[in-house]
Antibody, heavy 115, light 112 residues
Framework: EVQLVESGGGLVQPGRSLRLSCTASGFTFGDYAMSWVRQAPGKGLEWVGFIRSKAYGGTTEYAASVKGRFTISRDDSKSIAYLQMNSLKTEDTAVYYC??????WGQGTLVTVSS | DIVMTQTPLSLSVTPGQPASISCKSSQSLLHSDGKTYLYWYLQKPGQPPQLLIYEVSNRFSGVPDRFSGSGSGTDFTLKISRVEAEDVGVYYCMQSIQLPFTFGPGTKVDIK
């Protein structure tokens, strides 16, 4: 069974950094691209970015709203995808989900950016 | 960016009755590989989104057959043949043919 578990969320001040993790199990992690999607409180879904599998170069793509501030990486030996978030803004407050192939999603982790 | 629009934005349905949600994209979602990259999700209260339909009309594993998707190009429809109480939540369409991937605003479905 595919399982994705996000962790690392919490309360952080504007301008600071936070790193989220997405720990995967139940499949060969290295074979898949991994995406991050976020949802601000009471709002809709927003794609954040994704990382391709190593077979496709392990390259990344980002939404304009986070490009230059957020970095997605992966450790295939540990089956973990990371979302490094720098220079956080209040508008980054959201539940962050990781997803594999759009069909499997974690439960999400809440990031609150506030002073 | 491809803009996804949905109508209606809210829907109140009697159990056992059908329901339909429309999704339109600002550009064609038909890829040169022949696939159309349009997905439908249901997000139940307090839960992550769950995939219902991929590539316009393919039901994801475990999705009841009362859910069906149709459409082509820029116009798509999700139909529920007989709404059940467990179908309440927000329905989203999404495109993944072009970066950035984009979602529709969501259609909130509740039970009368």
């Amino acid at each position: 069974e595919v399982q994705l578990v996000e962790s690392g969320g919490g309360l952080v001040q504007p301008g600071r950094s936070l790193r989220l993790s997405c720990t995967a199990s139940g499949f060969t992690f290295g074979d898949y691209a991994m995406s991050w999607v976020r949802q601000a409180p009471g709002k809709g879904l927003e794609w954040v970015g994704f990382i391709r599998s190593k077979a496709y170069g392990g390259t990344t793509e980002y939404a304009a709203s986070v490009k230059g501030r957020f970095t997605i990486s992966r450790d295939d030996s540990k089956s973990i995808a990371y979302l490094q978030m720098n220079s956080l803004k209040t508008e980054d407050t959201a539940v962050y989900y990781c997803t594999r192939d759009w069909g499997s999603w974690g439960q999400g982790t809440l990031v609150t950016v506030s002073s | 960016d491809i803009v996804m629009t949905q109508t209606p934005l809210s829907l109140s349905v009697t159990p056992g009755q059908p329901a339909s949600i429309s999704c339109k994209s600002s550009q064609s979602l038909l890829h040169s590989d022949g696939k159309t990259y349009l997905y439908w999700y249901l997000q139940k209260p307090g839960q992550p989104p769950q995939l219902l339909i991929y590539e316009v009309s393919n039901r994801f594993s475990g999705v009841p057959d009362r859910f069906s998707g149709s459409g082509s190009g820029t116009d798509f429809t999700l139909k529920i043949s007989r709404v059940e109480a467990e179908d309440v939540g927000v329905y989203y369409c999404m495109q993944s043919i072009q970066l950035p991937f984009t979602f529709g605003p969501g259609t909130k479905v509740d039970i009368k």
